[in-house]
């Protein structure tokens, strides 16, 4: 089955949970921050991996400099490069901007690659029982993640890459969410239809929006009520989706 089999819905036909006739058969998950969410803030890592190599630095200093979650995505969109180039320049400037001389690169690189660490990463302490309570009901499981090639290494470090049938992902698809394409690449690994399929994030534009571009339904996961406007069906835990979907 090809993307261009993929049926769109008409325009306005998602309000919330379309109830569809076709029974939901296959469940996507986004990753970060929907099943896996970092240990440590940026600056708590960045200066956690110069203390390893006998650079000490008061977290408040780095913390002052470092950008925003949002600032920091915009900085990304800007440079639209490799993305190891993108850090490795982002450190040395943030080396510079903190006073340590860097010469030849070496620390901006000791942390450019410190930052790729599965350590830094865990799970949600929903997300085993729920992914299990899942696939012991019958349904698949698959991803759609917008992430780089370090994912696979993170969910297998996790110890989650084993509840997945396809594990689909920006990088190696060269499309990222919202962009339909990945959902219908992601589809096409799991030969089902859109209408067989959820897709669960915690993002309202890629991944609520994103999936109900491309023909299937969505659940946002918000742990921390942050959203409650969305126009969509919400869960705060994983835990909750197995009944959700036993009303579709």
Not at 44 to 72: C, D, H, N
Not at 152 to 170: D, K, V
Not at 175 to 187: C, H, S
Request: some cysteine; glycine content about 8%; aromatic content about 8%.
């Amino acid at each position: 089955m090809g993307p261009t089999s993929l049926k769109h819905a008409a325009p306005g036909a998602y309000n919330g949970l379309l109830m569809s006739s076709r029974k939901i058969r296959v469940v996507f998950f986004d990753v970060h921050d929907t099943l896996i969410y970092c240990r440590l803030t940026p600056p708590q890592i960045f200066v956690q991996l110069l203390e390893e190599v006998g650079r000490a630095l008061l977290p408040s200093a780095v913390e002052a400099l470092y950008p925003k979650p949002q600032q920091l995505e915009q900085l990304r969109a800007q440079a639209k490069g490799c993305e190891d180039e993108f850090w490795l320049s982002f450190n040395a400037q943030l080396l510079q901007e903190l006073g340590i001389v860097d010469p030849n690169g070496r620390l901006a690189r000791h942390l450019t690659e410190g930052f790729k660490d599965v350590r830094w990463w865990a799970v949600y302490p929903d997300v085993k029982p729920a992914l299990r309570d899942l696939r012991g009901a019958g349904y698949r499981l698959g991803v759609i993640a917008n992430a780089r090639h370090l994912l696979q290494g993170r969910l297998g470090y996790l110890e989650l890459m084993g509840y997945f049938q396809a594990i689909t992902y920006s990088e190696e698809a060269g499309f990222e969410k919202p962009d339909p394409r990945i959902f219908q690449l992601a589809l096409e690994r799991m030969k089902c239809v859109p209408e067989e399929a959820l897709h669960v994030g915690d993002r309202y534009l890629e991944d609520i929006q994103g999936a109900r571009g491309a023909g299937l339904q969505a659940v946002l996961l918000d742990r921390n009520n942050s959203q409650p406007d969305a126009e969509c069906k919400r869960i705060r835990s994983l835990v909750e989706l197995r009944d959700l979907l036993s009303q579709i």
